[in-house]
Every structure is written in structure tokens, then in C-alpha cells.
């Protein structure tokens, strides 16, 4: 039985391993948590070990480099599929300063309006969404920062976002960034789109459960020299820096200014510091206004946040950005192994009830955007044109930080993307808990670009393999190339077999390989094939025991004759 019972934990452990990639070491497949030291075991993992990856929709089941534009935080950027790829066993995400031209669909005076933008930077953001999300456990990303330590400008950020928006589709994320709140709250009930007060929800939502989707900033850097420009004792902060957050809704009933230091009571308290790391006092949230101008449907959103500085060992080695999430629980923050801030659940409902630690199904967001709000000359220079960021031109450059243009191409590089999780957390887009496939089915609108009119679906199926090829350099290390078609091995997936395999096991991720359907029951492989395992361990035990009588019966009769 001892062997029966090591048998079935090994297929569990198999059924948790479909999104492992097969380059990861094995002495690096648990950890124990900072906190508590509690045992984690590796579930999702990207090494980025092949050459030349592409991330293009349809191209790799962890992630898709979108390719639109970016209509958030006044983004200087256009993001490019291109600029995001694999060299040296790292991830390359690239900024550059090249233009970009756009017919972009917009609202103007309550009439949908097409103008012709021009963007003159490009770069990279790969997200996870509706592909691979997680609820709870360690995430560590081992990354050097792109561009100078002392020129701002660049805004590279590691980050987590509920599955019910996508960011940068602005559309998806309205009334739903970043609510994490389930209770019934009549004065949000207008203002959360999918309120804990609907006792009978669509769209295989669950009754009396408010939703949302919650932002958890791994980092978010602000690069450049000099002191912050609202010093406010004891938070004076010199540049370079970054912020380690939590963005949730609803706010809290008032708020500190920007660059105050909140008064007792009114803000949230409790919260841990390492002993570089100080309160962000610098933004506490901000306002987001009905894009139809009604005020029951604008709201506030609040930053738990924290800033830690750093220097230019940040931006020309590698370090180890470790997040620690327990859904409901508490929220902790490390570098390299050093403690820098934690957030508990407690600070949270000690100041606004009902709002909590999130517990949303959440990918992963990878990037580095442009904004004239974060690291550029502020008050723009007098006599300068403050509304073009060119590097091409003389008349647009003084508004643009001293060295920044020298400092292009910069590139954002990622070694590794793990996390591991223990019994109390799962993974998958569409848990029973926290559904969220009928919901963007039913509103498949609000998850494509407006900008590319002819896109019928939010995302393309992965295959595995049929890519055209000449040599089997071409299908990477784990495919070959069999007809000028790449064939993938057992590890790889993707048109070209340069992606590791991904498999879920939670129905609902459409990023996700076909299921087997088995008399109209739709299973996972990975279940599959920890189900296959279990009866094969059960036969080999039958079979075993079978063995065992016969021999027994053998003996008797023997000393019978």
C-alpha cells in the first residue's frame, strides 16, 4: 500500500507539473517561504533558455507580446511583437525610438471618431492573460533593468493583474481595476461592475460575490538622479528607486495628499518595513472617471505601496525579485533574500471593510512602458515643446531626460520566471471559485484592440507544431523538421517547438492545449494522465497481489503432497 500510496503522489505531482519548463534545474523545483518557512513546490516555470522566441499571438502558450497601442498612463510607447524575444538564455524585452503610425479608433464628444496617431518609441509587454494565472504562492523572477541608473525616462515593471481585465485594453479594465471586494457595498454597487449585491449574476458568476481585478506591483523602477520633487520628512528619497504595491478598490473614505505624510486613522496601518525600504507617500492612488461622465460609476483607487532604492547594481547585474501571496492573508515583498515590505489583511479591514488581500485568478505581466508622468522633466523646461518626445528632433528632445536618447536601444532582461506553490493555492484562469470564461465570452468585445477592427478573438490557439521550415536548427532544441514542417518533441509546443509545453489544470484557459473529451467529459491531459497512472499503479498492485496467492496456494500444496 506504502508503494501504491508513493505511486498516486507522484501522478498528483505530474498533473501539477504541465507548465514546468523542462530547463529548469531540478535543485531548484522547491522552496521554502521567507515567512514561514513552509515547503513550496515548483508549478509554472520559463527559462528562456532557446534562441530567438517569439511571443506572437498564437506562438507561445505562457505569454503573448501584444502588439497595439497603449492608451494608459499617457504611454509614450507603441508595444511591439517584435521587441520581444529570447538571446543568451534570457528574455529580451527592447525600447527603441522608432516611430510608429496608427489610425486609433477614439471617443470624442460622446461620437467614435478614427485619427491618425504617430507614436515615435516602441517597445515590449508580455502578458499572461487568459493563459496561465495563478492564485497564491512564492513568485521569484531573477532580472537586470534596462537603460542607465541614472537617466530617467524608461518605466520597466514586473506585475499581476486579476484575469477579468487585460491590460492596456482599457475598455476591459473599466469598473473592474482594481476592485477586490466580495461583500455587498450599496454606495459601490454602480461603481463595481460585478457587485457582491447581485444575488442571481450571468455569466457563470457566482451569486453574492463581488469581483474584480486587483494589481500587485512585483516592482515598478524609477530610474534618474536627484532627490524626489516633494521631499516630505521622514520619506526623503533619492533617486534611482522602485515601488513595491497593492492597487485595490474600493478607496478608503478620505486620503492623504500626494507627498503627505497620512495622519493617524487616516490611512492604512500596520504594514511591515525592511529597513531601506519607506511608505509611498509620493501616490496613494487616483481617480477614474466614468467614461460616460456619470458620477455613481467613478470611483477612487487606492496604492499600498512601499519604496526601496537602489543603484546602478540594479541596472548591470542580475537580482532575484521574490513575491510572497496568501489569498486573503497577506502579501510580502523580497530582494535577494532580504525582507523589504508586507502587507497583512488586517491593514486593510481595519480601514475599509470588506476589502481584501486578493484572491483572483492572476497572470503575469512582463514589460517596459513610457510616460511623460514618470521620470521626465518635471516642470517641462521653459521654451520647450512639450507635447512631441522625440528623439529625432532637436525642437522635442529638451523635454526628454538629459543622456535618455543616448541610452536607446535599452533592453529589459528576465533569466527566469518561477513560482511555486503549496496545498492552499492553485492555477488556472477559471477556477469554480472565481469563474471568469462565460464573463469574457459574453463581453469579447471589451478584450480586443479597437484599433484592429478585423480581430474576432481576444486570443490565437497555440498549435503544436506545422511550422515551415528548411533546417531543424529552425524548430529549436526540442523539435526537427520532418517535410519542411517543424515536428515538437515531448517539451516544446508552438508552431516553430521553441516554446516550452503548458498545460492547465483548470478547465478554462485559452491558452491552454486541446483537452481530451472522454463521452462528453471534458479532462485535462495532465489529469489524464495522472488518472492513467493511478489505474496503472492500481493493476500493477492487483497484479501483484495475484501473484503473492498463487505463490502462497503453490507452497500448500506442496507440503500437503
Not at 374 to 384: E, K, L, Q, R, S
Not at 508 to 520: H, I, N, Q
Request: some cysteine.
Amino acid at each position: 500500500m506504502r508503494a501504491l500510496a508513493l505511486r498516486c503522489a507522484l501522478c498528483v505531482a505530474c498533473a501539477r507539473a504541465g507548465w514546468i519548463d523542462a530547463d529548469t534545474p531540478h535543485n531548484e523545483r522547491t522552496i521554502r517561504s521567507y515567512g514561514d518557512n513552509s515547503k513550496h513546490t515548483l508549478v509554472m516555470s520559463d527559462e528562456f533558455e532557446t534562441p530567438h522566441r517569439s511571443f506572437k499571438d498564437g506562438e507561445d502558450p505562457r505569454w503573448t507580446a501584444i502588439n497595439k497601442n497603449d492608451y494608459t498612463n499617457k504611454a509614450l510607447q507603441y508595444y511591439s511583437e517584435t521587441h520581444a524575444t529570447t538571446f543568451n538564455g534570457t528574455l529580451r524585452l527592447t525600447t527603441t525610438d522608432e516611430d510608429t503610425e496608427f489610425m486609433s479608433h477614439q471617443v470624442k464628444n460622446k461620437e467614435k471618431v478614427t485619427v491618425k496617431v504617430r507614436k515615435h518609441f516602441r517597445s515590449a509587454m508580455l502578458q499572461g492573460w487568459d493563459k496561465f494565472c495563478f492564485r497564491g504562492g512564492v513568485l521569484e523572477i531573477r532580472a537586470k533593468l534596462p537603460g542607465r541608473w541614472d537617466v530617467g525616462g524608461l518605466w520597466p515593471g514586473l506585475w499581476m493583474m486579476g484575469n477579468l481585465a487585460r491590460a492596456t485594453y482599457v475598455a476591459s479594465s473599466q469598473r473592474m481595476w482594481p476592485f477586490s471586494h466580495e461583500p455587498c457595498d450599496r454606495s459601490n454597487q454602480r461603481k463595481q461592475e460585478v457587485s457582491g449585491c447581485a444575488i442571481r449574476p450571468h455569466f457563470g458568476l457566482n451569486s453574492r460575490q463581488g469581483r474584480g481585478a486587483p494589481e500587485i506591483d512585483l516592482l515598478e523602477v524609477m530610474p534618474g538622479d536627484g532627490w524626489m520633487p516633494m521631499p516630505v520628512p521622514p520619506y526623503y528619497l533619492l533617486k534611482p528607486y522602485y515601488s513595491t504595491s497593492l492597487q485595490l478598490a474600493p478607496a478608503a473614505k478620505v486620503r492623504p495628499w500626494n507627498g503627505a505624510q497620512p495622519a493617524p486613522g487616516t490611512w492604512y496601518e500596520g504594514m511591515k518595513y525592511g529597513p531601506n525600504t519607506s511608505q509611498n507617500v509620493f501616490f496613494y492612488g487616483m481617480e477614474l472617471k466614468s467614461p460616460i461622465g456619470d458620477p455613481e460609476e467613478s470611483y477612487w483607487a487606492d496604492a499600498v505601496s512601499a519604496n526601496t532604492p537602489i543603484g546602478s547594481s540594479e541596472f548591470e547585474e542580475f537580482h532575484t525579485y521574490r513575491l510572497e501571496w496568501t489569498p486573503r492573508q497577506r502579501l510580502a515583498w523580497y530582494k535577494d533574500g532580504e525582507f523589504l515590505y508586507e502587507i497583512n489583511q488586517q491593514s486593510l479591514t481595519n480601514l475599509t471593510r470588506g476589502l481584501q488581500i486578493p484572491d483572483e485568478p492572476t497572470y503575469l505581466l512582463l514589460n517596459t512602458a513610457m510616460s511623460s508622468t514618470w521620470g521626465f522633466p518635471a516642470p517641462c523646461p521653459a521654451g520647450c515643446a512639450c507635447d512631441c518626445f522625440d528623439c529625432k528632433k532637436e525642437a522635442c528632445k529638451c523635454a526628454i531626460a538629459e543622456g535618455f536618447c543616448d541610452s536607446l536601444p535599452a533592453h529589459f532582461l528576465i533569466d527566469y520566471v518561477r513560482l511555486y506553490q503549496n496545498e492552499k493555492h492553485s492555477v488556472g484562469c477559471d477556477p469554480p471559485s472565481h469563474p471568469t470564461k462565460k464573463f469574457i465570452q459574453a463581453h469579447l468585445d471589451r478584450y480586443l484592440d479597437p484599433d484592429a477592427p478585423r480581430m474576432r478573438r481576444a486570443l490565437e490557439p497555440v498549435p503544436r507544431g506545422g511550422g515551415a521550415c528548411v533546417h531543424g536548427r529552425e524548430c529549436g532544441s526540442g523539435g526537427e523538421c520532418v517535410r519542411r514542417r517543424c515536428r515538437c518533441g515531448d517539451t516544446r509546443t508552438g508552431p516553430m517547438c521553441q516554446a516550452p509545453r503548458g498545460f492547465d489544470d483548470e478547465i478554462g484557459a485559452a491558452g491552454s492545449e486541446p483537452r481530451l473529451d472522454l463521452a462528453g467529459f471534458v479532462v485535462p491531459p495532465q489529469l489524464a494522465v495522472a488518472l492513467a497512472c493511478v489505474v496503472l499503479a492500481h493493476i500493477m498492485f492487483c497484479r501483484r497481489s495475484l501473484t503473492r496467492i498463487r505463490h502462497e496456494r503453490r507452497v500448500m500444496r506442496e507440503r500437503v503432497s
